[in-house]
């Protein structure tokens, strides 16, 4: 019998945890999701086009990308007409940008197929396959549902695994509704599985402006406009993106100042706890003290505050790295 691995309450939130990382910044984090869309709308340049972006390291509109080595399965084109379009959309490719337009189905050797592609290029952190459809065997089962979930897990789990983010181009069922996400192509077992979904579609079929419906467990909800760009064979934001706004919570102020005169700190929170009161004067219980530092992880890296936690046989330790510090400064921390 397998045993099952558990983690009580308390340990929970006081373990930092890894930040989610995006390919694209407020958009594609890592993990699995879908691109849909009407045929010919235009989501195959869309997605050759984040292809391209990310690869080079240039924003996605005004979002900031993660650079790294990229993946195009274009399994519904040849190489001459991927050549043809990379030429209209850019002069300049980058060999981090790999195409490939034949490759297993899921369960049948696609998933080696791309642990094999990773294992030879490490950087990699977008696989964007076109079309899901062809990377799926007919399973004569009533229980669509199940077929559909079953074989999104096994790539969720895939992208999970590697920290990557995979994006599956996909299709929209031709009745209207006025939920979009409802609309894509399946059951909501595929949906179901992913950690985002975008949904492109036109105002008609003749013109040039679509709304990308975005929504997603990591991202905010969000509709942006967009028009298509005759002349460079790209989608353009019609109106900017609002600024987002960091919020700062008030018990993160003090806290981040003090971490980032430590610069880095490797010890245990009660070392941690005696630090802060020998150098600001304030008194936090040790369990208070990792469950703050748990709770507002995502919050310390955005102001550049890498927080991690490990395990030696004598205790477990906090890991505390600032890369905005200016290491001149020396460090008042228990340095790893």
């Known amino acids: 019998m397998i045993k099952l691995h558990t983690i009580d309450a308390d340990t929970l939130m006081s373990t930092p945890l890894p930040v989610t990382r995006f390919i694209v910044e407020g958009l594609l984090p890592e993990g699995l999701h ?3 869309g009407s045929p010919k709308i235009g989501k195959s340049w869309l997605a050759l086009w984040i292809c391209l972006r990310v690869s080079k ?4 509109w005004e979002l900031p990308v993660t650079q790294g080595t990229v993946l195009y399965l274009c399994l519904e084109d040849s190489y001459a007409r991927i ?26 050797g696609l998933e080696n197929q791309i642990t094999s592609f990773l ?6 952190n977008l696989i964007v396959i076109d079309t899901l459809q062809k990377i799926r065997d007919i399973v004569p089962d009533s229980n669509s549902y199940a077929n559909d979930y079953r074989d999104l897990s096994m790539l969720k789990k895939l992208a999970d695994k590697h920290h990557i983010a995979i994006l599956l181009i996909h299709h929209l069922r031709k009745m209207k509704d006025d939920d979009p996400m409802n609309m894509i192509s399946g059951t909501t077992g595929l949906s179901g599985a992913t950690d985002s979904n975008f949904v492109l579609r036109r105002k008609d079929r ?17 509709v942006l406009e967009l028009s298509f760009q005759k002349e460079t064979h790209t989608w353009e934001l019609v109106n900017p993106l609002e600024e987002e706004t960091v919020f700062i919570a008030p018990e993160l102020v003090s806290l981040s100042a003090f971490l ?9 929170a009660t070392e941690l706890s005696t630090l802060l009161e020998h150098e600001t004067g304030e008194i936090i219980a040790p369990s208070v003290l990792s469950k703050k530092l748990t709770k507002h992880t995502s919050g ?11 395990r030696t046989r004598e205790a477990r330790q906090l890991c505390i790295r600032c890369d905005s510090c200016d290491s001149s400064d020396g460090s008042d921390g228990k340095n790893g």
């Open 260 to 268: 980032k005169r430590l610069h880095t700190f490797t010890g245990t």
């Open 34 to 36: 879908i691109l849909a």
């Open 119 to 124: 294992a030879e290029h490490p950087n990699t």
């Open 83 to 108: 050549q043809s379009r990379l030429f209209q959309i850019t002069d300049d490719a980058p060999n981090t940008l790999h195409f490939a337009n034949l490759s297993s189905s899921i369960g049948d």
């Open 57 to 60: 390291g240039e924003p996605v």
């Open 300 to 310: 310390l890296d955005k102001l550049g505050i890498r927080v991690s936690a490990s």
């Open 206 to 222: 003749n013109s040039p402006y679509a709304e990308l419906h975005c929504t997603g467990r990591d991202i905010e909800s969000r």
